[in-house]
C-alpha cells in the first residue's frame, strides 16, 4: 500500500470509521492467518488472528509509523501467536515430504521468483476452462498437503508480497531456512502441476 493511502487509511482508522476496518480486514486478514498458522498450526489459527486484531484495535493510537502498517500488523500477530504457542507448549511441524518430482534452481531467477508462471491457460472453452479449475483444485490440495512452515513462507512470499527479512522475524527464522522452506514448497507445487500436466491427475 501506498504511504499516502496508508496515511489516510490510518487517519480514517483513528476517526473510527467503520468501512476503514473493513478495508484493513480485507487487506491483511489473509497475510495474518498465514503467520498464525506457521507459528500455531490450524487449530488455533482463528483464536489467534482474532486476539491480534484486538490488540490492533487497542494500540493502533499509538502506532508511529516506524514501519509499514502490515509489517506493524503481522509483528502483532506473530507475538500474538508465539505467546499462544508459548503456553500451550506445541511442537512445529517442520519435515517436509518429498516432492514426486525433482526441479533444478532453474526455474527461479536470482531474486526468487519464478522466471516464468509454470502453465498459462489460452483457452476459454469449457474443456479448458473445466480443466482450469481442476488444476485450482489441485493446486489448493499441494498448499494444504504441504508442512505448516512450508505453506505459511510461500502464501507470505507469494501471495501477500511480503519480503524475506520480514518473514524471518516473524516467524523466528533464519533467512537460510525461510529460502529453504520456500524453495521445497515451489518444488512441491511444481511438481504438483507437472504431474497434472502430464497425467491429468493431481
Given at each position: 500500500?501506498p504511504?499516502?493511502?496508508?496515511?489516510?487509511?490510518?487517519?480514517?482508522?483513528?476517526?473510527?470509521?467503520?468501512?476503514?476496518?473493513?478495508?484493513?480486514?480485507?487487506?491483511?486478514?489473509?497475510?495474518?492467518?498465514?503467520?498464525?498458522?506457521?507459528?500455531?498450526?490450524p487449530l488455533?489459527?482463528?483464536?489467534?488472528?482474532?486476539?491480534?486484531?484486538?490488540?490492533?484495535?487497542r494500540?493502533?493510537?499509538?502506532?508511529?509509523g516506524?514501519?509499514s502498517?502490515k509489517t506493524?500488523?503481522l509483528t502483532?500477530?506473530?507475538?500474538?501467536?508465539?505467546?499462544?504457542y508459548?503456553?500451550?507448549?506445541?511442537?512445529?511441524?517442520?519435515?517436509?515430504p518429498?516432492?514426486?518430482?525433482?526441479?533444478?534452481?532453474?526455474?527461479?531467477?536470482s531474486?526468487?521468483?519464478?522466471k516464468?508462471?509454470?502453465?498459462?491457460?489460452?483457452?476459454d472453452?469449457?474443456?479448458?476452462?473445466?480443466?482450469?479449475?481442476?488444476?485450482?483444485?489441485?493446486?489448493?490440495?499441494t498448499?494444504?498437503?504441504?508442512?505448516?512452515?512450508?505453506?505459511s513462507?510461500?502464501?507470505?512470499?507469494?501471495?501477500?508480497?511480503?519480503?524475506?527479512e520480514v518473514?524471518?522475524?516473524?516467524?523466528?527464522?533464519?533467512?537460510?531456512?525461510?529460502?529453504v522452506?520456500?524453495?521445497?514448497?515451489?518444488l512441491?507445487?511444481?511438481?504438483?502441476?507437472?504431474?497434472?500436466?502430464?497425467?491429468?491427475?493431481?
Amino acid at each position: 500500500m501506498p504511504e499516502t493511502a496508508e496515511a489516510k487509511l490510518i487517519e480514517r482508522l483513528l476517526a473510527g470509521e467503520q468501512r476503514a476496518y473493513c478495508e484493513l480486514v480485507a487487506s491483511y486478514q489473509n497475510a495474518m492467518r498465514a503467520v498464525a498458522h506457521a507459528i500455531v498450526g490450524p487449530l488455533q489459527v482463528d483464536e489467534v488472528v482474532q486476539d491480534a486484531w484486538l490488540a490492533v484495535v487497542r494500540h493502533l493510537p499509538g502506532f508511529q509509523g516506524r514501519s509499514s502498517l502490515k509489517t506493524w500488523l503481522l509483528t502483532i500477530t506473530a507475538n500474538t501467536a508465539k505467546s499462544r504457542y508459548t503456553r500451550n507448549r506445541r511442537d512445529a511441524l517442520i519435515e517436509s515430504p518429498a516432492p514426486h518430482g525433482t526441479l533444478g534452481d532453474e526455474r527461479f531467477a536470482s531474486d526468487g521468483h519464478w522466471k516464468a508462471a509454470p502453465i498459462t491457460w489460452h483457452e476459454d472453452s469449457p474443456e479448458a476452462l473445466l480443466t482450469e479449475d481442476e488444476l485450482r483444485q489441485c493446486l489448493e490440495h499441494t498448499l494444504l498437503s504441504l508442512p505448516e512452515l512450508q505453506s505459511s513462507v510461500l502464501l507470505l512470499w507469494e501471495r501477500d508480497g511480503v519480503e524475506a527479512e520480514v518473514i524471518c522475524n516473524l516467524l523466528g527464522l533464519s533467512l537460510s531456512n525461510v529460502r529453504v522452506l520456500l524453495h521445497r514448497a515451489r518444488l512441491k507445487v511444481f511438481a504438483s502441476i507437472e504431474h497434472f500436466e502430464e497425467t491429468g491427475e493431481c
